[in-house]
């Protein structure tokens, strides 16, 4: 049997309903090009499980838990048939000819190691995740700080372009498996956010381009549900947190002075603490 030119891994945790929509999705775009799909679900109780065996017998089912989101992604890497991989959010919807583009924008471009398309939301704007520059210590001041995240998000840049960039989300992130390999996947150090910005780190390190390509699109639902509970709310943005750490701390520790590094640290710190305060200020409101 041929092997397919794409795998697409798509990670779940109890949002049947948005998995359902987003396999449809995908299955409407099966003649485009040769491709798998593997769900890889984090111990769902919410009938995730089952309807993908029931309604999708075409899709390879991998049973969690899964420890994070590096770790549910990383897990699907030895059932991985295809030249290339398409990491995707259940929270998607795969439009018409987006999958056998940007596959084939790979193919002309191997010296391209990862690219995303246009992600839209459902209001029809765009998502500005989808290209964002690496956090260094002044883009991040600007952006947590001033609240000025022009340059994060590449908003000097017009939103229909292809362009190359630092990082993109991992809503629609697709690269070369060989390229996958060589930077050894995803960090699963990283608790929460953060694997995408690091894994484009890694993979430009290597040698190779981001490339955010709109001439096709997918829709981003973004549910945000989850964080209607304080107290879910309260442990993300803490780990969020964490996360500007760590990946501070693995890539941009030896660019600067010992002493420049120790104040980020301390604004980090800072961060951490406002957003604790802010968190359960919006608990004791309520």
């Known amino acids: 049997m041929e092997k397919p030119k794409l795998s697409i891994i798509i990670l779940n945790h109890n949002t049947k309903d948005i998995l359902v929509d987003c ?4 299955e409407k775009v099966k003649n485009e090009l ?3 799909v593997i769900v890889s ?8 499980q089952e309807v993908v065996r029931k309604n999708f017998e075409w899709v390879k089912l991998i049973e969690g838990p899964n420890i994070s989101y590096s770790n549910g992604n990383n897990r699907a890497r030895k059932y991985v048939n295809g030249k290339y991989v398409l990491f995707l959010n259940s929270d998607t919807i795969v439009h018409k000819e987006t999958l056998r583009k940007t596959v084939n924008y790979l193919e002309n471009n191997p010296e391209v190691g990862a ?35 022009r340059k994060y998000w590449y908003l000097d840049v ?8 630092d990082a993109i989300q991992g809503a629609f992130f697709m690269s070369p498996k060989k390229v996958l390999d060589e930077v050894r996947w995803l960090d699963e150090k990283f608790s929460f956010d953060g694997e995408d910005l690091d894994l484009c780190f890694q993979i430009k390190k290597s ?8 001439e096709v699109s997918i829709t981003h639902l973004k549910k945000a549900t989850r964080d209607s509970v304080p107290e879910i709310k309260l442990k ?20 600067y002075p010992i002493i420049f590094n120790y104040f980020v640290l301390t604004g980090i710190k800072l961060l951490k603490l406002l957003r604790y305060i802010q968190v359960k200020l919006q608990k004791w409101k309520y």
């Open 34 to 36: 040769s491709f798998e």
């Open 207 to 214: 040698g190779y381009k981001v490339v955010y390509f709109p």
């Open 158 to 165: 017009p939103s229909d372009k292809t362009q190359e960039v």
């Open 41 to 48: 679900d984090n111990a769902s109780s919410d009938g995730s």
């Open 236 to 255: 993300r943005k803490m780990e969020g947190v964490n996360t500007m750490e760590y990946f501070y701390k693995k890539n941009f520790w030896g660019d």
């Open 115 to 149: 690219l995303t398309c246009k992600l839209v939301l459902k209001n029809g704007e765009l998502d500005y995740d989808a290209r964002r520059r690496f956090p260094t210590p002044w883009i991040s001041f600007n952006r947590l700080f001033l609240g000025n995240g």
């Open 23 to 26: 396999l449809k999705s995908i």
